[in-house]
């Protein structure tokens, strides 16, 4: 059964880096996905995008919250998406998870509805 499995979640002191992964299990979405992204739930708060990859350009957008601080970022050959966070913020603590879309992807990278497959999630805790 195809899935999206993220790793890489952790506690970490404000100041901090993590880097989260997003491995395909049985199918390679990197190839297939016309856009991938990453989210993001907080307890009481709705799904947030965080950032975004089209795959066919290369191009990769981030919120106005995270610009400058993470990456995104993908390795074709791992079949894996990755989300690099430095100068990590109390704030940023929350659920994260992978998203990709079909091949045939109309909506936008922050839009969670327009995603077709997810991760279960891994959490990010951040202390000040």
């Known amino acids: 059964q195809a899935q999206l499995v993220e790793s890489g979640g952790g506690s970490v002191q404000a100041g901090g880096s993590l880097t989260l992964s997003c491995v395909g299990v049985?199918?390679?979405?990197?190839?297939?996905?016309?856009?991938m992204g990453w989210f993001r739930q907080a307890p009481g708060k709705e799904r947030e995008a965080v950032a975004g990859?089209?795959?066919?350009?290369?191009?990769?957008y981030y919120s106005d919250s995270v610009k400058g601080r993470f990456t995104i970022s993908q390795d074709n050959t791992k079949n894996t998406l990755y989300l690099q966070m430095t100068k990590l913020k109390p704030e940023d603590t929350a659920i994260y998870y992978c998203?990709?879309?079909?091949?045939?992807?109309?909506?936008?990278?922050?839009?969670?509805?327009?995603?077709?497959?997810w991760g279960q999630g891994t959490q990010v805790t951040v202390s000040s």
């Open positions: 049985g199918y390679t979405y990197t190839y297939t996905a016309a856009c």
């Open positions: 990859l089209y795959t066919a350009t290369g191009s990769t």
């Open positions: 998203a990709t879309s079909s091949a045939s992807f109309v909506g936008t990278w922050n839009r969670p509805g327009d995603f077709a497959y």
